[in-house]
């Protein structure tokens, strides 16, 4: 092993029932480097992770990491630790009613006689957080701390336990733009000290802001290992997907303009006290609306108070031009809405039902429980969706659980699509979903438009909405707080727009 | 093709609820040779296996209301054992009249037995109002009537045991006419089969699996959450009032006290031994009532080995320790880990 290599892993493999995860893949990391593990969904990055912490055992190969002659087992993610390995989740997994100083050092307290020296242990926390440069007080709660600080702080634990290599695994999913640029000086501080970073994540842009190097996996197979330099974006993106890569932006062009305007979705001064100021919103048969905004600026909450998800406290709704009541989503389902939530796993899947179940409950639901249907309808349904859609899956009974998260989606998408909707809401469809997948998304999104759905689509890349939607709504501080069209449908508009700043708001 | 078809059968959900059934049975076939024997005494069936069967009839019946209750909301009652005890001061109490000992009938019996089922069906209600409406922890809520309940029965009863000593109500616990075999088993059977009909003929069955697994996401998809999760309680007090009325003709009076007494935990036993997740979701209705019939079979096989009262409640909790375990996903993942080994070893071999 040359010196500045930390970590190097051969000849990997593991293969799971039926399923050959890994094949003979190889990875090295070297000291004082940023380096991104891309790859689609179920391309193997997760499992190369487990197998390298000790979650999952591997079958074939060997891992060496710098000082240890031979190569390392690790059984667990203790034994990972231990060799120098810690890895930092996408969810932090702290103790939230614990201080910050006590999350630090749980497990290694400092003890004075047999208990715990406090005073030696929050004064450890305070130099730590310094030297990072983390602007949390040892002594705070770690709830009381963002989302940001405590991935920051989950990270300032794993380098205080003498970590070599440094996992990261999706840690900006859940940031916004400034919590992200945090993390990264953060990051950057962390390389000049000559640790080994490894970079999960679905951000293109953000492997390219921060990291130096890139390995690819597809298919459980290594695709190559490349500088950052030596690989535009595209061509990323091309081996990622296994294949050319039409340009993303011409999806759009074969998309009708709209020659009539007939409102499918009116809401009229809807609003909920505490989420949504009261807001006017109209969408178009045939139409593809967006909503931007930053994350918690209020763009969920609309679309929620309109599908009845959470009951508006003010205004009227009108569908097809008739006042409706709706209390409960089972009433906007009625009036022909479909709403996928933001948060796949907690308000959209049924994680132990079957891709059949999960696709046929909200038309099930729509019938009654007194009108069930037939084992042959639901299998139909099913059959027809998962073709449709290209779901991958082993059969339709199997639990949805065990799809890849692009493949949940689509069988959340699939669930919608079967009650025939008039109008659609897509809340963050593509979040944390490979870059195929999300360009089929987008894809259909225009389709149904094309044939005579109305849409309201949520994303956070910008970019995903200008290829998508005819027309924007802005949302700032749980208000809407006007629209954009036409001209203004660019990066530096919308961008402009969620900033604000020309009015006096 | 043999391994295939091994694993098949392994991997149904009913096999380890049906394996643990056997070995209790087993172990009958080798220490009490007699076990099996059935017999005609005085025109009725006869024998340990159908005391089995009879004996288990209140512990099904409940255990069906259970395994609804417990895949809706992911608790359980505890209400059950104290509920049979409300219905059957009910239905002696109006069979009786308020006296304390009867030989003839002051009511209709249909009056009294719709009577008893609403009661509890009433009762069933209030835990489903608490646990679905008032979002009190099921283990909580239920709890109000676990120690309330016979206090009522106590109440209705004017605090006497109330006996009904006519032959047309020990039909319920003991035998209709010249039928060899005890009334307690074809209620059970039907009180199983029409629940399956139910779930299976409407879309209930689907409704409580998704409400089990995840409440927000099934009223994002138009279930009404809150409701189904009532109806499961209301479903588990008729069927505790059923049971009631069983226990109640047995003895044919309403002994408040002892009703049902501690049956509430054999019947979260059985839907545990059923194989299925306390904390809800999927469900199997027929595990459940396998897991009544184990219970039942283990309750006999120990005082067939001459094992006294007092000291059966030891032996049965080290059986159910093993059972148990050996259902966990601990030990379950455990075996699949080295199924798992021998798979990638046959593979890597076949190279």
């Known amino acids: 092993m040359s010196n500045d290599v930390v970590l190097s892993m051969k000849d990997i493999s593991k293969t799971f029932p039926g399923v050959k995860a890994l094949q003979h893949v190889d990875f090295t990391l070297r000291k004082g480097e940023i380096h991104a593990l891309m790859g689609e969904n179920g391309a193997g990055k997760s ?21 240890s002659d031979a190569p390392i087992i690790n059984k667990s993610p203790q034994d990972a630790q231990s060799h120098g ?47 990072l440069d983390i602007d949390a007080r040892a002594t705070d709660k770690l709830e009381e701390c963002s989302l940001a600080k405590q991935q920051m702080i989950a990270i300032a634990r794993a380098v205080d336990m003498k970590c070599q290599v440094l996992i990261l695994d999706e840690p900006t999913s859940s940031l916004d733009d400034e919590e992200v640029e945090k993390l990264f000086v953060l990051m950057r501080r962390l390389r000049k000290e000559g640790v080994g970073i490894i970079f999960v994540t679905h951000f293109l842009e953000q492997v390219y802001a921060v990291c130096d190097r890139i390995t690819v996996l597809r298919n459980g197979t290594l695709v190559g290992e490349y500088p950052v330099k030596e690989l535009p974006r595209v061509e990323l993106v091309a081996k990622m997907m296994g294949k050319n890569f039409d340009d993303l932006a011409d999806i759009k062009g074969d998309h009708k303009a709209l020659e009539k305007f007939e409102p499918v979705i009116e809401a009229e001064q809807v609003g909920r006290k505490g989420s949504i100021k009261p807001f006017d919103f109209v969408v178009n048969k045939g139409e593809v609306v967006g909503l931007t905004g930053l994350l918690g600026s209020g763009r969920s909450e609309l679309v929620r108070a309109i599908y009845g998800a959470d009951k508006p406290d003010t205004g009227k709704i009108k569908v097809n031009g008739k006042e409706v009541k709706i209390n409960s989503p089972l009433d906007a389902m009625k009036q022909g809405m479909a709403y996928l939530p933001e948060d796949r796993k907690k308000d959209g899947i049924l994680a132990d039902l079957s891709v059949r179940e999960n696709i046929i409950i909200a038309l099930q639901a729509k019938r009654g429980m007194f009108h069930p249907m037939s084992r042959k309808e639901m299998e139909e349904a099913a059959d027809k969706y998962i073709d449709m859609l290209q779901i991958k899956t082993a059969s339709r009974e199997t639990p949805i659980k065990s799809l890849s998260g692009g493949n949940q989606q689509k069988v959340i998408i699939g669930r919608w699509l079967l009650t025939n909707p008039d109008y659609l809401i897509l809340d963050e469809p593509t979040r944390g979903i490979d870059i195929g997948t999300k360009t089929e998304i987008q894809k259909l999104v225009l389709d149904l438009a094309d044939q005579g759905m109305a849409v309201t689509f949520i994303s956070s ?45 | 093709m043999n391994k295939d078809s091994i694993k098949k059968i392994t991997s149904m959900r009913l096999f380890l609820p049906i394996v643990c059934l056997i070995a209790v049975l087993l172990v009958n076939l080798i220490t009490t040779p007699g076990f099996f024997k059935i017999s005609i005494n005085n025109g009725v069936l006869y024998g340990y296996i159908v005391d089995v069967v009879n004996r288990a009839s209140e512990l099904v019946i409940l255990a069906v209301g259970m395994t609804l209750v417990t895949a809706a909301s992911g608790g359980q009652d505890i209400s059950v054992g104290a509920v049979m005890a409300v219905a059957a001061a009910v239905c002696c109490q ?41 979002n009190i922890q099921p283990m909580v809520a239920t709890l109000i009537l676990y120690t309330a309940g016979r ?14 000593r006519v032959d047309s109500y020990k039909v319920f616990g003991g035998y209709i006419g010249k039928i060899p075999v005890p009334t307690p088993i074809f209620l059970a059977i039907i009180v199983v089969i029409i629940v399956n009909l139910i779930l299976k003929k409407t879309a209930l069955g689907l409704y409580i699996e998704s409400v089990g697994i995840n409440g927000t996401a099934s009223r994002l998809v138009g279930l009404n959450s809150t409701l189904i999760k009532f109806l499961t309680y209301v479903i588990c007090g008729v069927l505790a009032g059923i049971a009631g009325i069983i226990a109640s003709s047995r003895i044919y009076s309403a002994d408040v006290n002892n009703i049902g007494l501690n ?89």
């Open chain 1, 47 to 67: 499992t190369l992770i487990k197998v390298l912490t000790g979650v999952h055992s591997l079958d074939g190969g060997e891992i060496r990491i710098a000082g």
């Open chain 1, 85 to 131: 390995i810690s890895t930092v989740y996408q969810e932090v997994n702290l103790c939230p009613n614990l201080s910050v100083a006590e999350n630090l050092f749980i497990g290694r307290e400092p003890r004075k006689l047999g208990f715990i020296d406090w005073h030696t242990m929050n004064k450890k926390s305070t130099e730590l957080l310094k030297s």
């Open chain 1, 461 to 505: 890349e910008v970019e995903e909405m200008l290829r998508t939607c005819s027309r924007m709504g802005v949302l700032r501080d749980g208000k809407k707080v006007g629209e954009i069209s036409g001209d203004q449908l660019t990066q530096e508009g919308v961008m402009k727009a969620i900033a604000g700043g020309d009015s006096n708001e």
């Open chain 2, 94 to 134: 109006i069979l009786s009249g308020g006296e304390v000992s009867v030989t003839e009938l002051a009511a209709p019996m249909a009056l009294a037995i719709i009577a008893a089922i609403l009661a509890s069906a009433l009762c069933g209600a209030f835990n489903g109002f608490l646990v679905a409406k008032m």
């Open chain 2, 151 to 164: 206090g009522i029965g106590q109440l209705i009863t004017a605090g006497q045991i109330t006996y009904v």
């Open chain 2, 263 to 351: 049956l509430e935990m054999d019947a979260i036993l059985a839907v545990a031994l059923g194989g299925n997740v306390l904390g809800g979701g999927k469900f199997s209705l027929m595990g459940s009532v396998i897991g009544a019939y184990t219970i039942q079979a283990l309750t006999t096989t120990l005082y067939a080995m001459n094992v006294k009262a007092d000291q059966l409640p030891v032996y049965k909790a080290i059986v159910v320790v093993i059972i148990v375990t050996l259902q966990s996903p601990v030990f379950q993942s455990f075996i699949a880990k080295q199924r798992a080994k021998k798979a990638a070893a046959a593979v890597e071999g076949g190279k």
